[in-house]
């Protein structure tokens, strides 16, 4: 079975960069018929969580919110089996738990899949952007 481990959460400064990393292990492409669909999310507390990024198998297909838009940049090595979330331009309001997600529906476009659809999850990394 898939299991996805962040890691590359940290504190930092405004303006700070930090790039997270989500590794996946189990995987089998036999199995899966393609790479997975993979989300970034995040959930800081007493809120809900909220979708970051997404991106296709391929690297093609990339999404991204719009209070994130221009300063996160979302990739993928698939021979490494990691999507990476490189955030430049830190804000305090980044403050969250980011989670990276994998799911097995096909689709042409990332952003078609909602959070319900992703079944594997991983355990979460801290992000704290504080002067």
């Known amino acids: 079975q898939l299991q996805l481990v962040e890691s590359g959460g940290g504190l930092v400064q405004p303006g700070g960069t930090l790039r997270l990393s989500c590794v996946a292990s189990g995987f089998s492409l036999e199995d899966f018929q393609d790479y997975p669909i993979v989300g970034w999310f995040r959930q800081a507390p007493g809120k809900a969580r909220e979708s970051v990024s997404c991106?296709?198998?391929?690297?093609?297909?990339?999404n991204y919110a719009g209070s994130v838009k221009g300063r996160f940049t979302v990739s993928r090595d698939n021979d490494k089996n990691t999507v990476y979330l490189q955030m430049n331009s830190l804000k305090p309001e980044d403050t969250a738990t980011y989670f990276c997600?994998?799911?097995?529906?096909?689709?042409?476009?990332?952003?078609?899949?909602?959070?319900?659809?992703?079944?594997?999850w991983g355990q979460g990394a801290q992000v704290t952007v504080s002067s």
């Open positions: 997600a994998a799911t097995t529906v096909r689709a042409e476009v990332c952003s078609m899949i909602s959070e319900f659809e992703y079944r594997y």
């Open positions: 991106v296709s198998p391929s690297g093609a297909s990339i």
